[in-house]
């Protein structure tokens, strides 16, 4: 295979996609490396295991920042210093610039745990519940300047059954998070995901093999 992409993962707590991705770059024939796993937060939990597992860090605490453009700039050097080529945000609870979304344009992705355009922002358990639907799940997508919005890269749905809670939903469909992105971040870093016309575009010989992505009922 060629040469790996440099990617860095954002978190801003424990990190349990973070680890999925993490593990999953382990393997040889997996096109992205880990290089750096950054935080918003000093007391993240996923730091503490990033460092334990002997990966780079940085913490760039939102907090002693002035603007949002002025953290912005301290991250951006950080992933400049790592030699970053793709992002992947995993539980980053920071809201990015037009700017900063724009210089990484099709090169940032997050996962969202409600099957987007539904269910956006916080609580998409709660509001799965409230709203009577019987499929929930995940999505990876490119990162937009709007909140949870952006070019679909990958979806997995579960099923919400009647005696579900916010918490046994969200625990369903975390165990789907942790297959659906890393194989999402595997397409994107092989070049087998582009995005035309602000939809997803997968290669031919990845949909050759039946898809990849499939409801679990």
């Known amino acids: 295979m060629g040469k790996k992409k440099r990617t860095a993962i954002l978190i801003s707590g424990r990190g349990s996609n973070m680890r999925s991705l993490v593990e999953a770059a382990r393997a040889d024939d997996y096109p992205a490396e880990i290089v750096l796993v950054g935080s918003n937060r000093p007391n993240a939990a996923g730091v503490a295991w990033a460092v334990e597992h002997g990966l780079s860090t940085v913490v760039i605490d939102h907090k002693s920042y002035g603007s949002r453009a002025d953290f912005e700039r301290a991250l951006q050097s950080a992933l400049d210093s790592h030699g ?33 355009p539904s ?6 358990h709660e509001q799965a519940i409230a709203a009577g639907v019987k499929i929930a799940g995940c999505t990876v997508h490119y990162v937009r300047p709007e909140m949870d919005a952006g070019p ?27 297959r659906v992105y ?27 093999t039946g898809g990849l992505f499939s409801p679990t009922i």
Do not use: Y
């Open 119 to 124: 269910f956006k922002g916080l609580n998409t």
């Open 152 to 178: 679909i890269i990958a979806q997995a749905a579960v099923p919400v059954l009647s005696r579900d809670t916010a918490d046994t939903l969200a625990a369903r469909i975390l165990k789907v998070e942790h």
């Open 182 to 208: 890393p194989a999402a971040l595997r397409l994107v870093a092989a070049g087998k995901a582009a995005c035309v016309d602000e939809k997803v575009i997968i290669s031919s010989e990845v949909m050759e």
């Open 84 to 116: 970053v080529e793709l992002i992947a945000l995993a539980g980053f609870m920071r809201l990015m610039t037009p700017e900063f979304v724009e210089h990484w344009r099709d090169r940032m992705i997050n996962i969202h745990p409600s099957l987007l």
